[in-house]
């Protein structure tokens, strides 16, 4: 039953809080390592400004750009096209958002080595 006082709303889901810790941080945890979880984290972390300064990534649809970065298995660099991977730290392979850093426009799915030479700088 909803309550009619925001006040007691407020108590209510404050008291189940305090009660139920360890159930939510069990729910927490499952939701951010399902796939809905990893990918709002991702969306979330491209919107992001970023600690180096600049823009966060900037795109039209969010959704249809993580589908083509889940979906993009080779480097987009017609010139390397190396097959792209996900590693906890970053190596030569590792897939990665190219982005122009003055308008935070994304660009291409690039190898961490081709996108660390800046190949597609003049593509601003």
Partial sequence: MPYR???KKKERDRRYRLNNKE???IAKKKHRNSPNGIKQNRISN??????SGGFPLI???YDLMYEHY?????????EC????TEDRYN???TKVLDHCHKTGKFRFILCNNCNV??????NN
């Fill in 59 to 61: 795109c039209d649809d």
């Fill in 46 to 51: 491209w919107k992001r400004t970023p600690p």
């Fill in 117 to 122: 030479i800046g190949l597609f700088k003049q």
């Fill in 70 to 78: 889940i979906n993009t298995e080779y480097c987009e660099n017609p």
């Fill in 91 to 93: 190596t030569s392979t």
């Fill in 5 to 7: 006082d925001p006040e």
């Fill in 23 to 25: 159930k939510i941080k």
């Fill in 81 to 84: 096209k190396v097959k792209l």
